[in-house]
Antibody, heavy 118, light 107 residues
Framework: QVQLVESGGGLVKPGGSLRLSCAAS????????MSWIRQAPGKGLEWVSY????????NYADSVKGRFTISRDNAKNSLYLQMNSLRAEDTAVYYC???????????WGQGTLVTVSS | AIRITQSPSSLSASTGDRVTITCRASQGISSYLAWYQQKPGKAPKLLIYAASTLQSGVPSRFSGSGSGTDFTLTISCLQSEDFATYYC?????????FGGGTKVEIK
């Protein structure tokens, strides 16, 4: 069955960096676009970034552009999010999710919590 | 970015009730809209895509309608397992956006 497992979350100070990973299994990872979507505590969902199946295209929400970088390794069935210059408002559960390039997300991971605090 | 206004933000209903949630886009998005259900502490679950196509395995009491700027999610006969928060999401624009969510609570 399809599995997406995020890791790498934790507590980091403002201005710090963190790298999230998402390990995929149960489907042909290299055929799917992937995204990071976050949810601040008690708040709604916010799309963060996506990457095309071959890494040719990436896009970012304005709130993270220039600070976050999405990447993937199809040989390792893995998705990544490098987060730099972290701010308190980046505190959230970060989900990885897959789409067949259409833009709706059929599979989600369980999420990893990122807390930015001094 | 396309703004999605979802209403109501919360509602109270009883088992067996018919529930309707709406999303309005700030510009036309054709039928590029999906609906998700999220329970506390869990990841969102896809219910509907392309405004009205039911995801495999989702009960038929869920239905979606609309196109352009106005969309509706209907739960025809609310069950106990349906108490959750619902989100819509547009994928017309490459800058994806979600509605603010509707929490469906027990009356």
């Amino acid at each position: 069955q399809v599995q997406l497992v995020e890791s790498g979350g934790g507590l980091v100070k403002p201005g710090g960096s963190l790298r999230l990973s998402c390990a995929a299994s149960g489907f042909t990872f290299s055929d799917y676009y992937m995204s990071w979507i976050r949810q601040a505590p008690g708040k709604g969902l916010e799309w963060v970034s996506y990457i095309s199946s071959s890494s040719s295209y990436t896009n970012y929400a304005d709130s993270v552009k220039g600070r976050f970088t999405i990447s993937r390794d199809n040989a390792k069935n893995s998705l990544y999010l490098q987060m730099n210059s972290l701010r308190a408002e980046d505190t959230a559960v970060y989900y990885c999710a897959s789409t067949n390039s259409s833009g709706w997300y059929g599979y989600w991971g369980q999420g990893t919590l990122v807390t930015v605090s001094s | 970015a396309i703004r999605i206004t979802q209403s109501p933000s919360s509602l109270s209903a009883s088992t067996g009730d018919r529930v309707t949630i709406t999303c309005r886009a700030s510009q036309g998005i054709s039928s590029y809209l999906a609906w998700y259900q999220q329970k506390p502490g869990k990841a969102p679950k896809l219910l509907i895509y392309a405004a009205s196509t039911l995801q495999s395995g989702v009960p038929s009491r869920f239905s979606g309608s609309g196109s352009g700027t106005d969309f509706t999610l209907t739960i025809s006969c609310l069950q106990s397992e349906d108490f959750a928060t619902y989100y819509c999401q547009q994928y017309y624009s490459y800058l994806l956006t979600f509605g603010g969510g509707t929490k469906v609570e027990i009356k």
